[in-house]
């Protein structure tokens, strides 16, 4: 079935070719360079024969050529949002190209030293927004070539729609109108590139330094020849280009670092280079970028963390719900990025070109984490009074102290090439790509002791936020819990992963042009890509019991504040692990722990190969005012995995681990059509039908099964997941305002099928008589927003307000899906957000630029739980941001940056909001330095 659509698929390609209207003789074309009023070159420049439907855009370069114009006088447009238009008359020759070159007057261009770095970006991404076919939101560096934010997700939580998932205070993982990260897609330049993460397809965009980045774009509706495994969107990192600039350029950033929480510090440092040479017999045709950028920081994170059950109350005989435990977290970081990029462009005239373009990233981590645990069900709950649980008797060994240290190293090498070919009737352009991503963390210690002493009392008091707890002996205070000395080692952790991934990627598109009636244009276009991946895990985890009789006083260091109770004294993971590996004969495994040391060492194991080949077929029509584009993409997948089983007998021992492999392969249609009217002044209307899929993550399709033989229950894998697919539509109304503003209203549906969930049943084929676990595809859901965009230079209402820029964004969302395990019952998407907003307000002038941003994100469910009791929710997170510069020249700028002014926490709750699931504080950060470019 999947060969004969396929088949009819590539028959209707070649059958369009005898249906499409005959290209037109007599016709001509002009080409040309269009550069602001200081020589910088324009990118998204539209250019227009307003008698005809012909138009095209400036590429990277500010270059165009506009082909198949009638042998006569025309009158060309030039517009630029942020620019007075301009109107050229042109005399056409049947069978020539005409060079006309343009310059751009705007407002934003100054002679004397005066700042406008907001005001350039917002006028470069609205361009690129306004000329892109597919609904594509974009982040632009400012004049400088920067970004205000230190990473790619940082920076793109600004947009409409968009949030982002925090690690260690940090922006992570990017989600897209609600939907989780592992349903978008990211590339580099149009080349897709791996992901480090062991099971996941979501890439860590902290990874990515913003000084590798000249922009950032967000297609939120794809065309069909666009990838389709964007349910969520797809997001492109776009490095710097020499043709970005008119000269020689180059470009430095130097600042400190400061974190309030720890009194810590660190640096970052950019420096980049761009410039155009001559060559092979042509003048400013190669262009060479090259840049490195280094940030290295200590900083610090408070953490507790509590979870809820169903315990037995003893007072009344009764389950009440209560807490069980509690964890108070400390956290010591050192993390660093190295980021280095190098483009190469080669562009002999208007109608050919070639790129190479190499991008490497590093990111490290150094963490170190102390762990004071309270095992309140190891006690007995005597009373629930008041929103107090009165434990007693909780037992010493479930009073316990831990001390972690791991390093974690994550890598990102991507290169690509590949070039363009406008010919007369034709344009050809084709790419190559390979990346290699890898995550190493070679040597996680974990030291965990318990309390060698008697058992304790502890009243918790919950339900109203942080739980506040006192722990005691009869009534008095056990100050001996806060003393290193009087805790026993019970064991040693030890764990390595290791995750590697290659990506090899190949496209070729083609393109032909065709006139016909009154000047209207319809375009073919189609292509191929192909996408084969590779993929390793390997994880080893092993737990020593076998160990010397040792406290943990020769580890103390001093202590350190703490807001959620006291932690008592400081643990050097520094000293525990020299101590460990100079006695490292001393430490080893029990014979009964084999089993299931070899069970964490083998289970989480796969490797795992995809290969993606895809074709398109779409058609753009453009009438009058009206562009209307359709098509269709074909997408097939042939998948290969290898897992381990894992084998336990009716005794709990290891029977045996053998080695499973399994394939799979599925093909998905994927139509679209899109469609844009610009009748009206400055008024763009699109609308949007659009199809698009997710491949369930690697860790599902993993092949591997552990199984218990004697409880009768088996874990395992589902290496033939279907892929989850969406049907969109999308509907915008843009409304374009002077000094590059914007007006704009969005409407979205998303109805999304085959969602991987957990799944349990004792009626699994391959393992009867077993209660089984695995992910299957099993749920529908749907997504249904708004979005509203507004930005403008309140200049244009009143000559006092010059300067001062303001700009809102927010995105409202309903989602829904079901689950088996709670029939009768709707949730929200996991990650989705019922609303996502952005604010700013800037003010430019003269020689100063400050900009005061508000993000703020909605509470969304992260986990499910049997019933609401036990559903995770994160709570909203609202955070305010201020940058301000002050230029002294072109060469020298002063900056400062504070960031979380407002101190807001990560904040997760389990069931009601009052039942703190997680608090994490990282405090306020501050950067100060110099940046320019010569």
């Known amino acids: 079935m999947k060969s004969i659509r396929f088949s009819l698929f590539l028959f209707c390609l070649v059958l369009s070719f005898v249906f499409v209207p005959q290209a037109l003789a007599q016709t001509g074309s002009i080409q040309g360079e269009v550069t602001d009023a200081r020589g910088g070159r324009l990118e998204g420049v539209r250019i227009s024969v307003s008698e005809l439907d ?61 700042v406008r770095s907001q005001a350039q970006a917002s006028s470069r991404a609205l361009n690129q927004y306004r000329s892109a076919d597919a609904v594509t939101n974009v982040v632009s560096s ?118 309030d929480l720890g009194s810590e510090s660190g640096i970052r440092g950019e420096l980049a280079y761009s410039n155009v040479f001559d060559g092979f017999g042509g003048q400013d045709n190669i262009g060479l970028s090259f840049g490195i950028n ?107 102290r831990r001390v972690r240290y791991r390093s974690k190293e994550q890598e990102t090498f991507a290169l690509a090439l590949g070039g363009e070919h406008r010919l007369e ?33 502890a009243d918790v008091r919950f339900g109203s936020g942080v739980p506040v707890f006192d722990i005691n002996r009869g009534g008095v205070a056990a100050d001996d819990i806060f003393v290193n000395g009087n805790f026993a080692l019970d064991r040693v952790v030890l764990s390595q992963a290791f995750t590697d991934e290659e990506d090899a990627n190949f496209s070729l598109n083609l393109e032909r042009a065709f006139l016909f009636g009154a000047g209207h244009q319809f375009t ?37 504040s703490f807001p959620f109770g006291s932690m008592g004294e400081g643990i050097s993971s520094r000293l525990f692990r020299e101590y460990f590996f100079a006695n490292r004969e001393a430490f080893g495994e029990r014979p009964g722990d084999l089993g299931e040391n070899l069970l964490l060492s083998t289970a989480p194991d796969f490797s795992a190969s995809e290969d993606v080949t895809a074709a398109y077929l779409m058609g753009t029509l453009d009438i009058d005012d009206w562009r209307i584009i359709a098509g269709a993409r074909f997408e097939d997948t042939e998948f290969k995995a290898r897992g381990n089983a894992i084998d336990f007998d009716e005794d709990g021992e290891l029977a045996g681990v053998q080695t499973v492999r399994a394939s799979n392969d599925y093909s998905e249609f994927l139509p679209g059509i899109l469609a844009r009217y610009e009748g009206f002044d400055d008024i763009v209307l699109r609308a949007a039908w659009t199809n698009t899929l997710a491949r369930p993550s690697f860790s599902a399709l993993s092949p591997g099964v552990v199984i218990f033989r004697e409880d009768l229950e088996a874990e395992a894998g589902n290496p033939f997941l279907d892929p989850i697919t969406s049907s969109n539509i999308d509907l915008m109304f843009d409304w374009y305002l002077p000094r590059a503003g914007i007006f704009s209203i969005g409407l979205f549906a998303k109805d999304i099928d085959d969602f991987v969930v957990d799944f349990v049943t004792d009626n699994d084929p391959s393992l009867p008589g077993f209660e089984v676990e695995r992910p299957i595809n099993g749920t529908s ?33 309903d989602t829904e899906f079901t689950v088996a395990e709670r029939p009768g019952e709707t949730f929200s998407l996991p990650q989705a957000s019922e609303s996502i907003a952005n604010l700013y307000l800037g003010f430019e002038r003269g020689p100063l630029s400050t900009r005061l941003s508000w993000s703020h994100r909605g509470k969304y469910l992260e986990e499910i739980g049997d019933d609401a009791r036990f559903d995770v929710y994160v709570d909203d997170h609202a955070q305010l941001d201020l940058t301000a510069s002050w230029r002294f020249t072109d060469q020298i700028e002063a900056m400062l940056e504070v960031i979380n002014i407002t101190d807001e926490a990560l904040r997760l709750y389990q069931g009601d909001s009052g039942n703190v699931f997680q608090l994490e504080e990282y405090g306020v950060s501050v950067s100060a330095g110099l940046r320019g470019r010569f």
């Not at 108070?328 to 190469?344: P, S």
């Not at 985890?541 to 350190?560: A, H, I």
């Not at 509203?788 to 309140?794: A, P, R, S, T, Y």
């Open 425 to 457: 009737n034709w344009t050809i352009d084709y790419r190559a790509g390979y990346s290699e991503a890898s995550e190493d963390a070679p040597d996680e210690i974990e030291g965990r002791f318990e309390l060698d002493g008697d058992d304790v009392d």
């Open 54 to 114: 012909r138009f095209t855009v400036t590429d990277q370069a500010g270059r165009y050529l506009l082909r198949g114009l009638p042998a006569r006088v025309i009158e060309v447009r030039f517009e630029y949002l942020g620019s007075e238009t301009r109107m050229e008359t042109v005399t056409i020759e049947a069978d020539e190209t005409i060079d006309l070159d343009v310059s751009m007057s705007t407002a934003l261009s100054l002679d004397r030293i005066e």
């Open 294 to 400: 280094y940030l290295e920081r200590d900083f610090q994170s408070d953490n507790i963390e509590t979870e809820y059950d169903l315990i037995d109350e003893e007072s009344t005989g009764s389950e009440v719900f209560a807490p069980i435990e509690t964890q108070q977290r400390k956290y010591f970081i050192t993390r660093d990025r190295l980021g280095a990029h190098l483009n190469l462009d080669f562009r002999p005239n208007y109608r050919d070109q070639y790129f190479f373009n190499a991008l490497y990233s590093q990111f490290n981590d150094a963490e170190t984490r102390q762990r004071s645990i309270s095992v309140w069900e190891d006690g007995d709950l005597d009373a629930l009074n008041g929103g107090v649980a009165e434990f007693r008797g909780v037992e010493a060994d479930g009073i316990r």
């Open 142 to 259: 400012d004049d400088i070539g920067s970004f205000v934010d230190q990473n790619v997700a940082e920076a793109l939580q600004r947009l409409p729609g968009i949030s982002i998932t925090r690690d260690q205070g940090e922006g992570r993982f990017v989600t897209i109108r609600g939907l989780n990260s592992n349903l978008n897609n990211v590339s580099l330049n149009g080349m897709r590139i791996g992901t480090p993460e062991p099971g996941n397809r979501e890439l860590p965009l902290d990874l990515i330094p913003t000084g590798s980045v000249e922009r950032l774009e967000v297609v939120k509706v794809p065309t069909p020849d666009m990838p389709g495994d964007a349910i969520g969107g797809a997001v492109n990192v776009v490095s710097p280009s020499a043709f970005d600039s008119e000269a020689q350029v180059i470009r430095y950033r130097i600042e400190g670092l400061y974190a």
């Open 781 to 813: 859901g749907e997504t249904r927003g708004i979005e509203f965009n507004f930005q403008h230079d309140l200049g244009v209402w009143n000559e006092s307000l010059d300067g001062l820029l303001f700009g809102v964004n927010l995105t409202a969302m």
């Open 524 to 560: 073919l276009k189609f292509g191929a890509d192909a996408r084969y991946k590779d993929k390793d895990v390997d994880e080893n985890e092993v737990e020593l019991r076998v160990v010397p009789d040792l406290d943990l006083g020769p580890f103390t260091r001093p202590g350190f």
